[in-house]
């Protein structure tokens, strides 16, 4: 039985939204495919709804190139996203770019002349925001070469900003990252830097915050006393694609798991902050993820509460090992699956099972809440177990939404009961597509609204549980222990994820 149907009544305030102070935005590794995929396309739609700032320019820095080739490059990818030629010019008429190498004085040295001449000319008081679209061992060096050359310092009249960008992996491991962060931190204070996780940006994942929240109906519910347990499917159609030489060296642990899955998690898991405010909102989500129980240290028990699996050829579709750039004996994980348990109060005792990969069955991601079955029939002969528990399903992609699963009387004379589905869908509720999650996170940074930004601690925290999983894998390996599973592509993922769930009286849902 299923109902769509769903009317929605939206308040007025506060959702006005706000503009940025003009700024000028400087984009590292600019003729990449994070720039021209996901950042040039998104500043340029938040300029048609008017969310760019009144004055603004973007600098493209990179190894080579100019500011011609530039602005040709940037019509042709908005273009290529349906921009007329009028706005397409418009808006790279607002670029430039300033040539390098990354790791030599020349590109720093161009980029302050550029800076200081296109901030007098757009009036932008000096504010500006770096982006690193740039390969993982690249971040430290070009953030402390800005910082010497003194491009992160905010000074100047009006204390104008200095922001940094920095986007994922962030490290390797619990070691690296802080590394890293050190480094970091000898050029910028914690406030200036963004440390991006894009699953925060998405309006379903964010829709999380303001449903538990808002909200008086779940959240009474949402503990060990009435939920059984969680599952978290972040699942991917796709291979690898092109980038064997970064996936290869990362695996799905490291590229899923640090940082959207669990930030998923501590979205679903944690207290309410007091207030929708960056550092109470952060303190929130590192207290939980500090809640997490290490996993098993111990090769075979790791093995009983994380699963991992690499794809082999299946459903006319290349083996990981067979595609380009891959070793043909690599290890690396494509797929994990995991049982993990948060020690506190509100959720002793109730597993949350995570599970990513790649050329799974399909796209779909989605947080499921299962809730325990009613304790007492009285519908007779219905016993309780005769009646599926409720389940709640947040929808985080392809089909945003929210649906939840009831049991009701089938219409009739008899006492007979069925599973009804109440659907919310984002699309045919609010007739709109969800904006691109990089759009919400670039106008945040422009807004110095560092809510959706992942602060050291928590890094830390994640980097945490994954190491203590990577150090036991590796001596595990060393051993013969530590099972890596095949799965066809096309598939679930591996038969031992199932018997994960199985092992606790559980099964995965088919999302
Ligand atoms: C990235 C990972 O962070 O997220 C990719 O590096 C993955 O491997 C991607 O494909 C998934 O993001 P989305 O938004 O397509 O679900």
Redesign the pocket.
């Known amino acids: 039985m299923d109902a769509v149907r769903a009317d929605v009544e939206l308040h007025g305030e506060p959702c006005g939204e706000t503009r940025p102070a003009p700024c000028g935005l400087v984009i590292f590794g600019a003729s990449g495919d994070l720039a021209h995929r996901k950042l040039l396309p998104s500043l340029f739609r938040l300029q048609r709804r008017g969310l760019m700032p009144e004055s603004f320019f973007v600098l493209g820095a990179g190894r080579s190139g100019d500011t011609a080739s530039f602005r040709a490059a940037v019509i042709r990818t908005l273009e290529g996203i349906g921009a007329g030629a009028a706005e397409a010019a418009d808006f790279a008429g607002r670029c430039g770019f300033a040539a390098g190498a990354y790791e030599g004085d020349e590109l720093y040295a161009a980029l302050a002349r550029e800076i200081e001449a296109r901030s007098a000319d757009h009036r932008t008081g000096g504010n500006c925001l770096f982006y690193l679209a740039l390969p993982p061992d690249l971040h430290a060096p070009v953030a402390q070469r800005l910082g010497a050359a003194g491009l992160l310092r905010e000074s100047g009249e009006e204390a104008a900003w200095r922001r940094l960008v920095v986007e994922?992996?962030f490290g390797r491991d619990l070691a690296s990252a802080r590394e890293l962060d050190r480094r970091l931190k000898s050029v910028l204070g914690e406030r200036q830097i963004y440390r991006i996780?894009?699953?925060l940006g998405?309006e379903t994942v964010q829709n999380i915050m303001m449903f538990r929240f808002a909200n008086r109906l779940f959240e009474p519910l949402w503990n060990r006393e009435h939920i059984d347990h969680v599952q978290i499917t972040?699942a991917?159609g796709?291979g690898?694609?092109n980038?064997a030489g970064?996936?290869d060296r990362?695996g799905c642990l490291r590229?899923?798991f640090q940082?959207?899955m669990l930030q998923m998690l501590a979205l679903v898991a944690m207290e309410p902050p007091a207030r929708m405010e960056a550092d109470l909102h952060r303190d929130e989500m590192v207290k939980l993820l500090r809640a997490l129980r290490p996993l098993p240290r111990e090769p075979a028990e790791l093995d009983r509460s994380l699963v991992r699996g690499q794809y082999t050829p299946g459903a006319g579709m290349a083996g990981y090992r067979e595609e380009a750039g891959v070793a043909a004996d690599s290890v690396t994980e494509t797929f994990a699956a995991a049982r993990l348990m948060v020690d506190n109060w509100r959720w002793s005792g109730v597993p949350f099972y995570l599970r990513s990969g790649?050329r799974l069955a399909r796209?779909v991601?989605e947080i499921a809440i299962a809730f325990k079955p009613v304790p007492h029939s009285i519908f007779a002969p219905l016993v309780p177990g005769s009646a599926a528990p409720n389940v709640l399903v947040l929808n985080?992609?392809p089909e945003e939404g929210i649906a939840v699963t009831v049991e009701a009387k089938r219409p009739g004379t008899k006492t007979c009961m069925g599973s009804l589905t109440l659907r919310f869908d984002y699309r045919s509720v609010f007739g709109v597509e969800p904006p691109e999650?990089y759009e919400r996170l670039l106008l945040d940074c422009m807004l110095g609204d560092q809510t959706l930004f992942v602060r050291s601690d928590a890094m830390e925290a994640a980097w945490e549980l994954v190491t203590g999983v990577l150090e036991t894998w590796q001596a595990g390996s060393a051993r013969g222990a530590c099972t890596l599973h095949g799965y066809p592509a096309g598939s679930w993922g591996p038969p031992a994820a199932g018997a994960l769930l199985a092992a606790d009286g559980r099964r995965w849902r088919t999302p």
């Open positions: 994922k992996p996780d894009h699953y998405k972040v991917e796709v690898v694609e980038r970064y996936y990362a590229d899923m940082n959207h790649k796209r991601s985080v992609q999650a």
